[in-house]
């Protein structure tokens, strides 16, 4: 279970005044780097209920696509007012909603599959970008049928097909945006993740990039050689990388990927998923951050 590192940024502005009139004491020695060096394995697993679920959840979305043909069309009524039109609008625009929602849902669970278990890059770069992107896929599959059909039918007028295709191409565009997975990563690339780092890594609740140095103590001397990139996050998380890349942090920051060798961290980069540029081109890019914070450490995920 990964560990969640919180930076507390009040903890001076607490202390009660009564403090400034105790006697002076020693200052404490620098905390040392809150790492803990635990050996990887593999979860291992199982991907079979993600990829039903997932399944499950397309079947729903295409339904919600037929059931809002059916209402825009008026072949079956669904009544909220007395107002027939607007019972129309109100079913169609509800089945739409539904329809991205279980699409959308679909889509987190195939790429978290797609985390546990990739595919080979092997199989060849067409089938793996089919495989990664399937909820793109899906996406197409269940609002552009909609779409043309807005468009040709011949039960609807032009004021009411406009507005219900612009409706389901907005729905498209989010559905889409939602469920391609920008991050993908191959079962050779995690293979040797894992066979390469078997320490903790570092990663941040909104990053899809894990990194390899956080010393958590801004008063140690070891926090020069911190990745610099995730010193200023409130909230860090720490465990395998095999967690990392399972909760969707697929690449190693090109900051830690070009200073390993500076930190006595040796990894072979052409095997690796490296993002944000190249090892050499971050090596000597360093972004200034404040480092006058604590942190304190909780249990979390």
């Not at 797609?114 to 793996?128: A, D, Q, T, V, Y």
């Not at 507005?163 to 040797?192: C, R």
Request: some cysteine.
């Amino acid at each position: 279970m990964a560990e969640k590192i919180v930076r507390n940024t009040e903890k001076k502005a607490a202390e009660p005044a009564k403090k400034a009139a105790e006697p002076a004491k020693k200052p404490a020695a620098a905390r040392k780097p809150q790492t803990v060096i635990t050996p990887n394995k593999p979860t291992g697993g199982s991907t079979v209920g993600l990829r039903i679920g997932a399944v499950l959840l397309w079947i729903v979305a295409i339904v919600c696509e037929v059931f809002a043909i059916m209402a825009i069309t008026k072949n079956f009524v669904i009544r909220f007012t007395h107002n027939g039109d607007t019972n129309m609008w109100i079913a169609f625009i509800g089945f739409v909603v539904l329809d991205m929602a279980a699409c959308i849902t679909a889509a987190q669970l195939w790429k978290k599959a797609n985390h546990i278990k990739p595919m080979s890059e092997k199989r060849g770069k067409f089938l793996f970008y089919l495989w990664n992107e399937l909820g793109v896929i899906m996406a197409c599959i269940c609002f552009i049928p909609l779409i043309v059909l807005l468009l040709k039918s011949d039960k609807l007028d032009k004021k009411t097909k406009t507005i219900a295709a612009i409706i389901a191409a907005v729905a498209l565009l989010i559905t889409g945006a939602a469920s391609a997975d920008y991050h993908p990563i191959s079962a050779e690339q995690k293979d040797e993740a894992e066979s390469q780092i078997n320490g903790d890594v570092y990663w941040t609740q909104f990053g899809h990039k894990y990194h390899l140095k956080y010393n958590g103590d801004p008063d140690a001397e070891q926090v020069a050689v911190d990745c610099p990139y995730i010193r200023e996050s409130s909230s860090v998380y720490k465990g395998s990388v095999t967690e990392a890349i399972e909760s969707g942090r697929t690449a190693i920051c090109s900051y830690c990927a070009a200073h390993a060798a500076d930190w006595g961290i040796n990894l072979n980069l052409a095997e690796l998923n490296v993002e944000g540029g190249t090892a050499s081109e971050n090596k000597d890019q360093v972004p200034v951050v404040n480092t006058t914070a604590a942190p304190t450490v909780t249990g979390g995920n």
